[in-house]
């Protein structure tokens, strides 16, 4: 028998193209041809036989939100940004409305997820977080690592011929991990990696991904105009952490563990930030955050929706969590044994400490999973 889920997306898609163009409806043919497709595919989705990838939610959305001339059959599928006004405020509403059909569709997977079983199906990179189905150009950006760090100067100076570039990136090991997945995830799709003190404004108005606490200007304007509650801890430069201001005007702070007796001291437990938010820059984008009180925890961040372990069950949370709101953070605590990262299970209770969205009542400290 047929998933109610998907059928119910089916039959929005279907009734999406019945209603067509200025009342008018239009054929799956002419769906396929504005997105390069079988005519079968587009029967099986709105059968309920197979779901549509979020790419493709996203252009129903831009096409049956964009202007056609009247009666047209070979319908153009505006980019996002042709969209302005209504088309704009139509566009976000349907968007948001498939993705939320599509996360009931797929809720078998999230529950699945939830119960740490292995019935979880595997999505493709493309189908995962890091995957920005409008196609723009994506900005991976560090900070520059202090000369004090570097062991030795002349990798990082042009002039010299064992020069390397990334000598000079802060959190390599997180930005090595991020960046081939991102590029997995978006093929063809241009994704640039960016020292923090050389953004400039093509590169802020871009998907923008900020690894570790970075605190160069354009940076720091971005972050600030997120007004998250979460905020880097400074009070305590040996060990860090991560403020979290409370309703009552009362702050919480997160701090990593150590073990030992200075200098031998050992890092045990370290904290995690993820945040997904619109790009203040350019709402039609998005700004991520991956940040942590060292580089072990910044590493854990971004392996929490790249590590194939682990990275469909904390969509899935995601998702279950927050549907398809486009802002929320969630702070979460890493195991690090004998200097290595253990990927931070969302699911699993103890494991987020503080989780926040934009949206009423989307506020708290630790959680259990809903039964």
Known sequence: MMDGGKRRLGDRLRALREAGFHGEPVTQGV?????????????????????????????????????????????????????????????????????ELRDAATSAASSAAQQGTDELTTLSPWEGMWHFADRSPITLVCARLPAELRAVRAPTSPESPDYVELYAYSDLDALIELYGHVCAANPGVPVHRKLADELDQSDVTNHL???????????????????????????????????????????????????????DQRLVQDVAHFCRAPNPFNRMRSVTLCDGTS???????????????????????????????????????????????????????????????SAPGLTAYGHRPAP
Not at 221 to 243: E, I, M, N, Q, Y
Not at 302 to 310: A, H, I, M, Q
């Open 295 to 357: 580089g072990r925890s910044t590493y854990a961040a971004v392996r929490t929706l790249t590590d194939p372990r682990f990275r469909d069950r904390n969509r899935a949370y995601l998702r279950r969590r927050y549907g398809p709101r486009d802002t929320y953070s969630v702070l979460a605590r890493v195991t690090i044994v004998a200097g290595e990262v253990i990927t931070p299970d969302w699911t699993q209770d103890g494991t987020v400490l503080h989780e926040w969205s």
């Open 31 to 99: 769906v396929a041809r504005a997105f390069r497709k079988s005519v079968p595919l587009i029967s099986s989705w709105e059968k309920g036989k197979a779901v549509p990838s979020e790419e493709w939610l996203h252009a129903y959305a831009r096409l049956f939100a964009g202007t056609h001339p009247h009666g047209e059959s070979h319908p153009r599928l505006p980019a996002a940004e042709d969209l302005h006004g209504e088309e704009l405020d139509r566009f976000e509403q349907l968007r948001r409305e498939l993705l």
């Open 209 to 263: 991904v900020l690894l570790g606490g970075i605190d160069a200007p354009m940076a720091r304007r971005v972050v600030k105009s997120l007004d998250l509650p979460v905020v880097r801890d400074r009070d305590d430069p040996a060990t860090g952490g991560f403020r979290v201001a409370g309703e009552d005007g009362r702050a919480t702070v997160f701090r990593p563990e150590l073990e030992g007796e200075a200098p």
